[in-house]
């Protein structure tokens, strides 16, 4: 954590990294093409926002796509992928990182989107239960082993339980069952089937395996 | 309430540690340096914290990823972990796994799999308390105000401390903190004018020193890594977090051990309990009592009985006393 000089004179220079200015470029890219999904018109424009703030006009990559799209600095993913991208698979249970309902893929990796900041994820790649379907819109195998299985009952919790099941196989096709359980403990399913998610975790486990061998490669076969 | 916004604030997302320090000394106590989040956003969103400037630490490569080398004579046997990695890449990391399966056990243990994948160790440990009179927003002694709700009559105090209250009675909520004390790790704690190096044992504060903050670090601080020395490197480990649930929630009390153990006689030890005070709490006396003994049952059973001596629980927290007692006799007698 050195290498660093700690003196006082980065005071008066200005952020390091360009960032200023390609965050100028962009807006005006924006601004050209008109392709932003806008709130300007609802919210004032900040008032003497702190010198290299967060700009508003953002870009994501969001299942495969890139959205354009005005961002609050204090604005979770929740928020954006539910009421700014018409997103709205991914659902707001707690808010608090306490269901894991707004269960999201940033990077392959589950995450709670309810406690991320959008502006933390520029330049990543999101997934939500919107981006798992294959070419011809056929389900992802968790979801056809979920329906399999009987997973949902009142299916609030489900988007959240195919994110989570879906990034743990990405990061190990062939879990234990004990690894499952774990990967999946920070999902709450009020209905209590959590057995019921289980099994079908292992299901798609298993028929993504088969179907992998069946197909002689180590990719997961949609349809 | 429950699914509006946080109150606005802007957001600075510096790219190296040199500007994050800069940016907090000239905020001030304007400035909220933000790291996985997990603690920050609940006290946003329950608008128990507003601050005009939130840091983004995320951005500062620098402050992210495991290194092989720490502290002391033995550094080259030592790691250094940097504040922003995750608890996840703590857990995965193999050189942290290897030498200290402590470490890797507490961070395996923190809430849930999500929070793990953003969480770091550094908020981990710098955490506020979950007493929920304080996070409710009661303007109680660690407020600024002039009275304990917790410790208070009728209170509902099952959670908190059964030692060393001072005015307070809310403990620290940490799995991993335990772990450091007792691997002898050392914080590195910097701001815009020095670094200072600060042990895992005296970073965390006691409230009859400074009852409104977790830790040593002042406003214009960061912790920026954590350095273990290679002293303990693959000891003998023992690590047990007894909670509600097993998920999510925190410890009502854990127990981190690390001992040496030649020829069936113990060495040395650390053994440092979490959740029951307000600092990890470093069980010295326990760790003379069994030091030079061999570990055996009737050693772990004097360790039990000599851990809880003293503790001074509250209405509702006597369970605490044979907890703490039976998970320090567990890691007396652990032979992993």
């Not at chain 2, 105000?145 to 304990?148: D, F, I, L, S, V």
């Not at chain 2, 959740?275 to 069980?283: D, E, I, L, Y």
């Not at chain 2, 030079?292 to 570990?295: E, F, H, K, Y």
């Given at each position: 954590m050195s290498g660093h000089d700690p003196s006082w004179q980065g005071l008066l220079s200005p952020l390091p990294g360009g960032d200023a200015l390609s965050r100028r470029g962009f807006i005006k890219s924006v601004i050209a093409t008109g392709a932003s999904v806008s709130a300007m018109s609802w919210f004032p424009a900040p008032q003497g926002a702190a010198r290299g703030a967060v700009g508003r006009l953002i870009s994501l990559e969001v299942n495969g796509r890139t959205r354009r799209v005005d961002v609050l600095p204090q604005e979770t993913l929740a928020m954006t992928l539910r009421y700014k991208l018409g997103l709205t698979g991914t659902k707001l249970g707690c808010d608090r990182a306490e269901c894991g309902a707004c269960t999201v893929m940033i990077d392959g990796v589950a995450h709670y989107s309810c406690s991320t900041l959008t502006q933390r994820v520029r330049g990543r790649e999101i997934t939500t239960v919107e981006g798992l379907e294959g070419p011809g819109g056929e389900l992802h195998p968790v979801q056809r082993a979920f329906i399999d299985e009987l997973g949902p009952q009142c299916g609030f919790c489900t988007p959240g339980q195919v994110m989570a099941a879906a990034a743990l196989l990405r990061a190990n096709p062939n879990p234990t069952r004990d690894a499952a359980r774990r990967a999946m403990s920070g999902n709450l399913c009020r209905c209590g089937a959590y057995d019921h998610y289980l099994n079908g975790v292992m299901r798609a486990a298993r028929e993504a395996s088969g179907a992998a061998r069946a197909t002689g490669a180590g990719e997961v076969s949609h349809g | 309430m429950m699914n509006d916004m946080m109150t606005g604030f802007d957001l600075l997302q510096p790219t190296d540690l040199s500007s994050a320090l800069d940016l907090l000394s000239r905020h001030g106590a304007d400035a909220w340096p933000l790291a996985g989040g997990y603690d920050s956003f609940d006290w946003f969103k329950n608008r128990g914290k507003q601050p005009a400037v939130v840091i983004d630490l995320e951005g500062i490569e620098e402050l992210r990823g495991v290194r092989e080398g720490g502290p002391g004579p033995d550094g080259d046997r030592g790691v250094t972990i940097g504040a922003m990695t995750t608890l996840a890449a703590v857990e995965a990391d193999p050189l942290i796994r290897s030498r200290y399966a402590l470490l890797a056990a507490a961070a395996a243990q923190v809430a849930s799999p999500q929070i793990r994948n953003a969480g770091t160790i550094g908020g981990n440990v710098c955490q506020d308390t979950r007493c929920w009179y304080y996070r409710y927003g009661m303007t109680c002694y660690r407020a600024g105000?002039?009275?304990?709700y917790a410790g208070a009559p009728g209170a509902m105090n099952r959670e908190h401390a059964i030692f060393g209250a001072d005015r307070c009675v809310a403990v620290t909520p940490s799995d991993v903190a335990p772990a450091l004390v007792a691997l002898d790790a050392e914080m590195i704690v910097r701001n815009a004018r020095r670094e200072t190096v600060v042990p895992a044992a005296e970073f965390f504060m006691p409230p009859g020193v400074d009852i409104t903050r977790m830790t040593v670090l002042g406003e214009r601080d960061l912790l920026t890594a954590i350095r273990v020395p290679g002293r303990w490197a693959g000891a003998d480990f023992h690590f047990e977090k007894v909670a509600d649930r097993k998920t999510w929630d925190f410890a009502l009390v854990s127990v981190a051990a690390a001992v040496r153990v030649n020829g069936g006689v113990i060495e040395d030890a650390r053994i440092v309990a979490g959740?029951?005070?307000?600092?990890?709490?470093?069980?010295t006396a326990v760790e003379d009592l069994v030091r030079?003994?061999?570990?055996d049952e009737e050693t772990a059973e004097m360790a039990g009985e000599l851990a809880v001596r003293g503790a001074d629980p509250l209405d509702y927290n006597h369970f605490k006393i044979p907890l703490l007692g039976n998970l320090v006799k567990r890691a007396v007698r652990a032979t992993s």
């Open positions: - | 105000g002039n009275t304990c959740a029951v005070q307000c600092v990890p709490r470093r069980m030079g003994r061999p570990r």
